[in-house]
């Protein structure tokens, strides 16, 4: 077997153990949504001593689905860009660029901060052309690594959330104003969903929580140069992708709550 890599991760940087557990979950299951072939045997050579990820089991399907949607509008940059950029912001130990297969003709920058690429790159071996650059989304520094000429898909799964909303508008307007042909992808939560994660027993013990949720009409005056090109509800996705196909009319049933509607959603834009 590989050798285990210790780890010791706290505030946001921790809730990627979250989100690799509960892919390596869906892999593991009998009809996986995405079936990550990586998440399992990496989630398995980490050591660490963050507790009480067995209670977000529940939710593996959800994160399977919104990493097979992003993962689908990543193919489809892939496949129009073929000289593109992609910037894998906040992108924890997600095997997104060997899930999609990133070809060499394009430039993919994995971003986290320092002590999750230093992790990332003692788990992965990623092919030269997918570079680990380690800084703040909301910091200068990564930003040196970024080429201005290509045309640019930035993808943020799992990020803004944990951002202070002036370092998402400042994050996308970077992004926007730096790069021809601009694209994002990324997902959002409703102000309650927000509002509930600083209650949430794991979130306290990690001392973190969520600060940004997603307000349609505040994005659309922000960032007036960009056009939606889909905007989609999770519980939607989950109504046709999830494994348990008797769940999926109570789940369509449920989708009618605006409250569900809107607990999750997917966004990809494009400049205008
Ligand atoms: C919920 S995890 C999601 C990780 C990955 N995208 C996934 O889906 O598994 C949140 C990630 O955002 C990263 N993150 C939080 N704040 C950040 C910041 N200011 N700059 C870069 N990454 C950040 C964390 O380190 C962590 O890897």
Request: with cysteine; net charge neutral; charged share 20%.
């Amino acid at each position: 077997m590989a050798h285990t890599e210790k780890v010791d991760l706290r505030g946001a940087a921790a809730t990627l153990l979250m989100t690799l557990y509960m892919r390596r979950l869906d892999a593991r299951s009998r009809s996986p949504i995405l079936g990550d072939a990586y998440a399992g045997e990496v989630y398995d050579r980490i050591e660490h001593d963050v507790h009480g990820l067995w209670q977000f089991a529940g939710d593996a399907a959800t994160i399977a689905c919104r990493s097979a949607v992003l993962d689908g509008w990543t193919r489809d940059f892939l496949r129009t860009e073929s000289h593109g950029q992609v910037l894998h912001l906040g992108c924890g130990l997600d095997s997104r660029p060997l899930r999609v297969a990133v070809p060499p003709t394009v430039r993919w920058l994995d971003v986290d901060q320092p002590e999750v690429i230093d992790i990332r790159r003692r788990l992965y071996s990623f092919p030269a052309h997918v570079e680990q650059v380690p800084g703040s989304v909301t910091d200068e520094g990564w930003w040196g690594a970024v080429d201005p000429g290509r045309p640019t898909l930035a993808i943020a799964e799992g990020l803004f959330m944990y951002l202070r909303p002036a370092a998402v508008h400042a994050t996308v307007d970077r992004i926007v104003s730096g790069t021809p042909r601009a694209a994002l992808a990324f997902d959002a939560v409703s102000p309650w969903t927000a509002s509930v994660s600083r209650w949430t027993p794991t979130f306290r013990a990690l001392g973190t929580g969520f600060h940004w949720s997603w307000n349609p009409a505040d994005f659309a005056h922000r960032h007036n140069t960009l056009r939606e090109l889909d905007d989609v509800s999770i519980i939607d996705e989950l109504t046709i992708r999830h494994p348990r196909v008797w769940l999926r009319p109570l789940l369509s049933t449920a989708g009618h709550l605006p409250m569900l509607q809107d607990a999750m959603r997917l966004h990809r834009f494009i400049t205008r």
